[in-house]
């Protein structure tokens, strides 16, 4: 079996990043930004894990969180980073894309960069977008995994300042749905919802009211019977909950499992399919 041994390669922040283990960054109290593909955002919760294989070559792996936002430069980065995305365990054979190259530079509160850490031949192994919950006021966020070999950090000698655009965050709660012609206006939850390539069929769960369940079960025994698969989409929507911010396109839905876990209310339905960004929307 191939040993592993970690060690420590240089944090973004020496005083201020938190270690969870050996050679393991969580970035704080600065500003981060990811540079990709000529786009450049805003990132939250950046954590990398850099490890020394047996032959010497490091193999880094991280997280991040993309705060969703109803701006079209992070609509076309989405739409790389899925076109991008593969299993770790899935990196070779053919239609398996090229890597990215991923550039995250840490700056100060004054927006003052300071370093570079630049990942080449990135892959991207796992999108997630949160939950969409119309009990809360929280705001989305895509969580993205990445892992590459070829790592190199760049310290600023001089100060250099970095101007960021300011778009607000979409609230999880501003939603709308349509699933087949099922009821859908009592639906309060969504997801959360995972993102791939191969646009294979995911498992996610909604929460709905009680008064529409009985259409839901429904459909449920037709998919048991028959196999016919719907389809619909999912829209985030802004504080007026009119204007349309971003859309997800759901394919071959089949409604597979009613969980109900007592509330006097409300139900689940675990829906079964495809869900796809809509990047040209």
Known sequence: MRHLILIFISAFIPVSFLAAQPGTRNV????????????TVVVDDLTTTDSLAENGQILSRGEFALAAKSDKELKELMSIFISNSSAETDRTGPGVPAGLQL?????????HAAEDREYKNASITYILLSALDATQRE????RIRFQ???LSVKN???RITHRFGVTKAIIGSNFRIRVGDLPERRISGIGPLELHRTLEKKTFNIEISRTDAAAWTEQLLKNSTSGKTIEGE????GLDMKEELMKFTLTEIMVVK?????APLRVKFSLRGIVELNAGF
């Open 28 to 39: 704080d109290n600065a500003i981060i930004t990811l540079s990709v593909s000529g786009k």
């Open 103 to 111: 550039v995250f530079t840490r700056s100060n509160l004054q927006t």
């Open 139 to 142: 705001k989305l966020q895509f």
């Open 148 to 150: 590459s070999a070829e």
């Open 156 to 158: 600023y000698e001089s």
């Open 234 to 237: 999912i829209t985030l929507l």
């Open 258 to 262: 009613l969980v109900d876990e007592g």
